[in-house]
């Protein structure tokens, strides 16, 4: 019978290699190695790095900003465990960052004020060939367990399995392919984390969180999500492709934001296909929408807009205390003597509400509304 670590390393495996599809996203896929690395192998934080074209490291995923930090401080630095890792193609590991290896002293002590206290650097190979590091940080010094060895080693593999997916073509080609679409990736990852980070006010970890969900919720690559985001809104595309979407604004609201905001959306809603209208009715439900943020979800919120496939669409969220009656959206018209409920009933006559979150984590609300059909709007046409 295997123990629950046992099971637990099983499942991790069951759901790495699940991913390993025809049109897989490999960025996403190297961040979820590196999760997955911090949840079985007892350490910190952990990172992926890859060989280039020119056999040059590249930082490609890891799972904490100060790893990722570290991770970069050793390519551009050309020093560490795991620059030599690459480089004597063998595990590499500094066990006690009080004491470090001579030649990366400028490296242990960057380690230490990001709280680790131990590197491990794993090879990733192909046949006899490194083609990356897999880097491990722990916040103790001392070795990994045996366990933890083996499975290191095991996601290093699975790391290689995932580069390679499609073994159709020689090995060599779809390495360079899939690497450079990986690392062209994830400089468009750092920009959109950038941008995020600037619109709305968080640290770079907490923005690709945002990005993540970002991608999760529109159903694409996260690479492609970033390239959206990066781009920004300038103008309608001279010929939208079907299928792909585009974001349209990025923002954070409070109390005195909301006439800014109104008149954001509405100019990028006209921009983009709404009639004059539609425009109306639209900023009407995202003004109503935020308005109920600012009143009952802690005074500020924020707005992702996006068109695809024919259709403006619209997530208003806040990190308020949530709302009871999750019947927050209702199609009956309040009576005038009641006391609230007027600009939900606005919602839901002006536009499609898709779905409605809200608990202890705050409340988040997306609307949509089609281009090419005329809406009614309050009271009828």
């Not at 060599?172 to 950038?194: C, D, F, P, T, Y």
Request: net charge negative; proline share 5%; with cysteine.
């Amino acid at each position: 019978m295997s123990t629950p670590r046992e099971q637990t390393l099983a499942d991790a495996f069951v759901e790495l290699t699940d991913t390993l599809v025809a049109d897989f996203d490999i960025v996403e896929f190297l961040h979820l190695l590196t999760r997955r690395c911090v949840e079985l192998l007892g350490v910190e934080a952990a990172g992926i790095m890859v060989a280039d074209q020119r056999g040059a490291l590249r930082v490609m995923a890891s799972s904490s900003e100060q790893a990722h930090l570290l991770e970069l401080f050793e390519v551009e630095s050309d020093q560490g465990p795991c620059v030599d890792c690459y480089t004597t193609r063998a595990p590499v590991a500094d066990l006690d960052l009080d004491h470090p290896d001579p030649k990366w002293r400028e490296f242990a002590g960057r380690a230490r004020r990001s709280g680790f206290r131990a590197v491990h650097a794993v090879p990733v190979r192909l046949r006899d060939e490194v083609i990356g590091v897999l880097n491990l940080f722990s916040a103790t010094p001392g070795p990994l367990g045996d366990d933890a060895s083996g499975a290191a080693r095991a996601i290093a593999n699975v790391t290689t399995m995932g580069l390679l997916q499609h073994r159709a073509v020689e090995y060599r080609q779809v390495l360079a392919e899939q690497l450079q679409h990986a690392m062209n990736s994830r400089v468009v990852i750092e920009q959109a984390k950038g941008l995020l980070a600037e619109l709305l006010g968080l640290d770079m970890a907490a923005a690709f969180d945002e990005l993540r969900r970002y991608a999760a919720l529109l159903g694409r690559r996260l690479g492609d999500v970033a390239a959206m985001v990066a781009a920004g809104d300038h103008g309608p595309d001279p010929a939208e492709r079907a299928g792909l979407p585009r974001v349209l604004l990025i923002r954070r609201f409070d109390m005195n934001t909301l006439t800014r905001l109104r008149d954001a959306v509405a100019a990028a809603t006209a921009r983009h296909g709404l009639r004059e209208a539609q425009v109306d009715h639209f900023v009407l439900a995202v003004h109503e929408a935020a308005s109920n943020a600012v009143r009952h979800g802690g005074g500020t919120g924020q707005v992702l807009l996006w068109r695809l496939d024919g259709a403006i669409y619209a997530e208003i969220s806040d990190n308020g205390p949530g709302f009871a009656d999750r019947n927050l959206i209702t199609p009956t018209e309040p009576r005038i003597s009641a006391p609230g409920g007027l600009g939900r009933w606005l919602i839901s006559q002006t536009s499609t509400v898709r779905t409605l979150d809200t608990g202890g984590a705050g409340t988040r609300l997306l609307l949509s509304h089609p281009l090419d059909t005329p809406h009614s709007g309050p009271g009828g046409r």
